[in-house]
């Protein structure tokens, strides 16, 4: 069992976006940025993997950032602190190849921004110049805007509905980053968030032939390369998300085959999501 | 009619009387494919007795060479003869910590069954149903007896997985007083006995019960602990202690044929369709969470257990149409006979020497239908069966929904790539000494099961795990394997 030591609602709007920290001194003694986890909240629960927003070493815990779309995740949001989550399996897959490459772009998505931050803090922690550029549907699911100031030189901001920062997307910042008045040289990029975000931040970069590392989010179910739900192809070739990824060379993965797979089961949590709500209002 | 006469003249040569190889019971097949339910109801007393007096009771049992664990076979059937069942229990337990389990699963017809001299000329004794009977009486009937237990050693060994090697070998080693931990990835202990085997074939209740059995012995079992991820072996033996690590961590990396249309919607290997199944019940989805789609057309690719256990799932789940495609032919088949048979009985759609070729997709992404090839037999391959060769210009397709992909299991790199020093052959496959003694090349790693064979059976990876127990023993105590 996995304590909850603090719960925090960053927003409480459908979907919600909630925040734990979760005692696990061995998962935070071995996590590296990229890392993810898979949980399962009870006996009847499905298995989830979640990415580490960050942990604590010195009180060996880690922080787990969730949207609520699907059964798990309300029924996740539904916990209080001091309440336990049964299983909880990690630090899995390969982590964040961090060197000194010059400047790096990190560009989060949504929640997205949850799992960056960790990236963002080690590439910073390389001695790289680190630009953030964070995009969200309105200010009000603005999450780590601190924490991405933090750990970046320079960070912006875009907002679908211009509420806040740059009316637009994450991709209009880059691009006028890349050859905009700046034009400033561009060493790699990380983008994390929707796939739709992944594919287009892609588009971007690939004329200019900019290395860019996505972080993919798919299906699983074990997370040790067991079961194959969660491949995609990479570059023609197969490949396992949970443990020859998350992170692959985004010019070489199908997002499209991607997108088509996360699919699979929308009819399935449409029930689940409807008989949980049947009977929680019971 | 005999006369008095006849009778007369042969009155000491003690006439057996011809009992027929008794029958198990099994729920009727249009009922079970809707359910999961075991199959067969197991023997009654009275069954028991008669199949045991089947046994010829050979001074010198050929069944005992062929059992992987060498199992006393004529002594326990002896024993239920007598009806002392819980003595029959014992005598199994001394040699296999498992019989409820083996008794279900193991191929008898191919060790021990295979060789009995009754079979020679009549069916062969039912050696594992009366395993299984024996097992299934001690649970019901018998008190928790702790076994005879080693004084405590202090010496500390990590076992990596809870299927079938890891839990013998952890069975072994807490009775030799040694500190146990078995370390599984899953959030439940029993490997592919709880992932992979569905509850229609063994219950996972009787899984819980043996694993529940070693706790009690005092085997500690460590939940969702990715040996490789959270702890490397290196860790385990430099900073946790562990003198001796056994690596049993299965044949866990799923087989794809490499054809177009896999990454349809709809495929999925063998691995992803039980464990969804099974370890996560999503057959009772909604009331377990996690999903399983109800295809009503499926196509499970394949001839060995793990395609049948996945065809009768997808029945189970209201297919109207499971079919087997396998290339070869029947007989051929690498599935128990029993399985097959029930498969049948069901109404499982067998296509032989058929080979998938490609599967074919809807405009949105999801499985439409299969293309396949006539295949025949030719000379034989390397492993003695008669390679299957494509007729050319017989493809043809078949409509369906789904594809589960059941072509065999690798061995997953997760534990050896994160282990300096552990030596693999080019299949992944961790390389011992011999697989008496399962020493691998690194001091103090021992490795048994599926790991060290590639994909096989519950009772040779037990064995593995019993014999490696032993080893380690010797390593541990009286130093006499080394590095």
Same mark, same amino acid.
Request: net charge neutral; aromatic share 6%.
């Given at each position: 069992?996995?304590?909850?030591?603090?719960?925090?609602v960053?927003?409480?709007e459908?979907p919600g976006?909630?925040?734990?920290?979760?005692?696990a001194?061995?998962?935070?003694?071995?996590?590296?940025?990229?890392q993810?986890?898979?949980?399962?909240?009870d006996?009847?629960?499905e298995?989830?993997?979640l990415?580490?927003?960050h942990?604590?070493?010195?009180n060996?815990?880690?922080n787990l950032?969730?949207q609520?779309?699907?059964?798990?995740?309300?029924?996740l949001?539904?916990?209080?602190?001091?309440?336990?989550i049964?299983?909880?399996?990690?630090?899995?897959?390969?982590?964040?190849?961090?060197?000194?490459?010059g400047?790096?772009?990190?560009?989060?998505?949504g929640?997205?921004?949850?799992p960056?931050?960790?990236?963002?803090?080690?590439?910073?922690?390389a001695?790289?110049?680190?630009?953030?550029?964070?995009?969200?549907?309105?200010?009000?699911?603005?999450?780590?805007?601190?924490?991405?100031?933090?750990?970046?030189?320079?960070?912006?901001?875009?907002?679908?509905?211009?509420?806040?920062?740059?009316?637009?997307? #994450?991709t209009?910042?880059?691009?006028?980053? *890349? $050859? /905009?008045?700046r034009?400033?040289?561009?060493?790699? =990029?990380?983008?994390? @968030?929707?796939p739709?975000?992944?594919?287009?931040v892609?588009?971007v970069?690939?004329?200019?032939?900019?290395?860019? #590392?996505?972080?993919l989010?798919?299906?699983? *179910? $074990? /997370?040790?390369?067991?079961?194959?739900?969660?491949? =995609?192809?990479?570059d @023609?070739?197969?490949?396992?998300v949970?443990?020859d990824?998350?992170?692959f060379?985004?010019h070489q993965?199908d997002?499209?085959?991607?997108?088509?797979?996360?699919?699979?089961?929308?009819?399935?949590?449409?029930?689940?999501?409807e008989?949980c709500?049947?009977?929680?209002?019971? | 009619m005999?006369?008095?006469?006849?009778?007369?003249k042969?009155?000491?040569k003690?006439?057996?009387p011809k009992?027929?190889?008794?029958?198990?019971?099994?729920?009727?097949?249009a009922?079970?494919?809707?359910?999961?339910?075991?199959?067969?109801?197991?023997?009654?007393?009275?069954?028991?007795?008669?199949e045991?007096?089947?046994?010829?009771?050979?001074?010198?049992?050929?069944?005992?060479?062929?059992?992987?664990v060498?199992i006393?076979?004529?002594?326990?059937?002896?024993?239920?003869?007598e009806?002392?069942?819980?003595?029959?229990?014992?005598?199994?337990k001394k040699?296999?910590c498992?019989?409820a389990?083996?008794?279900?699963?193991?191929?008898?017809?191919?060790?021990?069954?295979?060789?009995?001299?009754?079979?020679?000329?009549?069916?062969?004794?039912?050696?594992?149903?009366l395993?299984?009977?024996?097992?299934?009486?001690?649970?019901?009937?018998?008190k928790f007896?702790m076994?005879?237990m080693?004084?405590?050693?202090?010496?500390?060994?990590a076992?990596?997985?809870?299927g079938?090697?890891?839990?013998a070998c952890?069975?072994?080693?807490?009775?030799?007083?040694?500190?146990?931990?078995?370390?599984?990835?899953?959030?439940?202990?029993?490997g592919v006995?709880?992932?992979?085997?569905?509850?229609?074939?063994?219950?996972?209740a009787?899984?819980?019960r043996?694993?529940?059995?070693?706790?009690?012995?005092?085997?500690?079992f460590?939940m969702n602990?990715?040996?490789?991820?959270i702890?490397?072996?290196?860790?385990?033996?430099e900073?946790d202690?562990?003198?001796a690590?056994f690596?049993?961590?299965?044949a866990g990396?799923?087989?794809?044929?490499?054809?177009?249309?896999?990454?349809l919607n709809?495929v999925?290997?063998?691995?992803?369709?039980?464990?969804?199944?099974n370890?996560?019940?999503?057959?009772?989805?909604?009331?377990?969470?996690?999903?399983?789609?109800?295809?009503k057309?499926?196509?499970?690719?394949g001839?060995g257990?793990?395609?049948?256990?996945?065809?009768?799932?997808?029945?189970?789940?209201?297919a109207?149409?499971a079919y087997?495609?396998?290339r070869?032919?029947?007989?051929?088949m690498?599935?128990r006979k029993?399985?097959?048979?029930?498969?049948?009985?069901?109404?499982?759609?067998f296509?032989?020497?058929?080979n998938?070729?490609?599967?074919?997709?809807d405009k949105?992404g999801?499985?439409?239908?299969?293309?396949?090839?006539?295949?025949?037999?030719?000379?034989p391959?390397?492993?003695?069966?008669?390679?299957?060769?494509?007729?050319?210009?017989?493809?043809?397709?078949i409509?369906?929904?789904?594809?589960?992909?059941?072509i065999?299991?690798g061995?997953?790199?997760?534990v050896?790539?994160?282990?300096?020093?552990?030596?693999?052959?080019?299949?992944?496959?961790?390389i011992?000494?011999?697989?008496?003694?399962?020493?691998?090349?690194?001091?103090?790693v021992?490795?048994?099961?599926?790991?060290?064979?590639?994909?096989?059976?519950?009772?040779?990876?037990?064995?593995?795990?019993?014999n490696?127990?032993?080893?380690?023993?010797?390593?541990?105590?009286?130093k006499?394997?080394?590095w």
């Open positions: 069992m996995y304590e909850i030591a603090e719960k925090k960053w927003s409480d459908v976006v909630k925040e734990f920290k979760i005692k001194p061995l998962i935070a003694e071995k996590h590296q940025a990229g993810f986890v898979i949980l399962r909240i006996e009847n629960g298995r989830i993997p990415t580490i927003a942990k604590d070493l010195r060996g815990t880690i950032l969730f609520e779309v699907g059964k798990t995740t309300m029924d949001g539904r916990l209080k602190k001091g309440d336990s049964m299983d909880i399996s990690g630090p899995l897959g390969t982590p964040t190849h961090v060197e000194r490459y400047t790096v772009v990190c560009i989060g998505g929640i997205g921004v949850a960056l931050h960790p990236i963002a803090q080690a590439m910073k922690g001695g790289n110049n680190v630009i953030s550029i964070i995009g969200v549907k309105t200010k009000n699911i603005l999450i780590y805007e601190d924490l991405m100031n933090a750990t970046s030189d320079e960070l912006l901001i875009t907002t679908d509905d211009g509420s806040y920062g740059h009316h637009g997307f #994450v209009d910042e880059l691009k006028s980053l *890349i $050859d /905009g008045e034009k400033i040289p561009i060493d790699l =990029v990380v983008a994390i @968030g929707p739709i975000m992944m594919k287009m892609c588009r970069t690939e004329p200019y032939k900019i290395k860019t #590392v996505v972080s989010n798919t299906i699983m *179910i $074990d /997370g040790t390369g067991m079961c194959g739900a969660c491949r =995609v192809s990479v @023609g070739k197969t490949r396992f949970c443990v990824g998350p992170e060379d985004g993965v997002f499209d085959e991607m997108m088509q797979r996360q699919r699979q089961y929308l009819k399935e949590e449409k029930i689940a999501v008989t709500q049947r009977q929680c209002s019971r | 005999t006369s008095p006469k006849e009778e007369e042969k009155p000491e003690k006439k057996r009992i027929p190889r008794q029958a198990m019971p099994v729920q009727d097949p009922v079970r494919i809707r359910n999961f339910n075991e199959v067969p109801y197991g023997y009654t007393e009275e069954s028991a007795k008669l045991s007096i089947r046994c010829i009771q050979c001074k010198k049992p050929f069944c005992i060479d062929a059992c992987p060498r006393n076979i004529p002594g326990f059937i002896k024993k239920i003869n009806g002392d069942i819980l003595e029959a229990a014992r005598i199994i040699d296999n498992l019989p389990i083996c008794g279900r699963v193991c191929p008898q017809e191919d060790q021990c069954e295979r060789v009995c001299i009754v079979g020679k000329k009549d069916a062969s004794v039912a050696i594992g149903r395993e299984r009977y024996v097992a299934d009486y001690e649970a019901e009937h018998g007896e076994p005879e080693a004084p405590k050693t202090g010496r500390k060994v076992v990596v997985g809870s079938p090697g890891g839990l952890a069975g072994e080693l807490i009775k030799m007083g040694h500190d146990v931990t078995v370390f599984e990835a899953l959030h439940k202990s029993g006995l709880v992932y992979g085997i569905p509850e229609f074939r063994l219950p996972k009787i899984v819980q043996e694993v529940d059995y070693l706790a009690k012995l005092g085997v500690e460590r602990f990715v040996v490789g991820k702890r490397t072996v290196d860790d385990l033996i900073k202690g562990y003198e690590v690596l049993a961590n299965g990396l799923p087989v794809f044929m490499n054809i177009p249309g896999e990454n709809g999925y290997s063998a691995n992803e369709y039980l464990t969804r199944s370890l996560m019940k999503a057959y009772k989805f909604p009331d377990y969470d996690t999903p399983i789609t109800r295809w057309n499926v196509a499970v690719i001839g257990n793990v395609a049948m256990d996945a065809v009768r799932t997808a029945l189970r789940l209201g109207d149409n087997i495609i396998y070869r032919s029947h007989n051929e690498p599935a029993e399985e097959i048979e029930h498969a049948e009985e069901e109404g499982i759609q296509r032989m020497l058929t998938p070729i490609r599967v074919l997709g949105d999801w499985v439409r239908a299969i293309e396949c090839i006539k295949m025949e037999l030719g000379e391959d390397e492993s003695g069966r008669r390679r299957p060769v494509p007729i050319k210009g017989s493809e043809f397709e409509e369906i929904d789904a594809v589960v992909m059941a065999g299991s061995s997953n790199p997760l050896a790539s994160s282990t300096p020093g552990l030596n693999v052959n080019k299949w992944g496959n961790i011992v000494d011999s697989e008496n003694t399962g020493r691998s090349s690194k001091k103090g021992f490795a048994g099961g599926d790991i060290v064979t590639g994909a096989a059976t519950v009772i040779l990876a037990m064995g593995a795990g019993r490696v127990a032993a080893a380690i023993n010797e390593y541990l105590v009286y006499a394997i080394g």
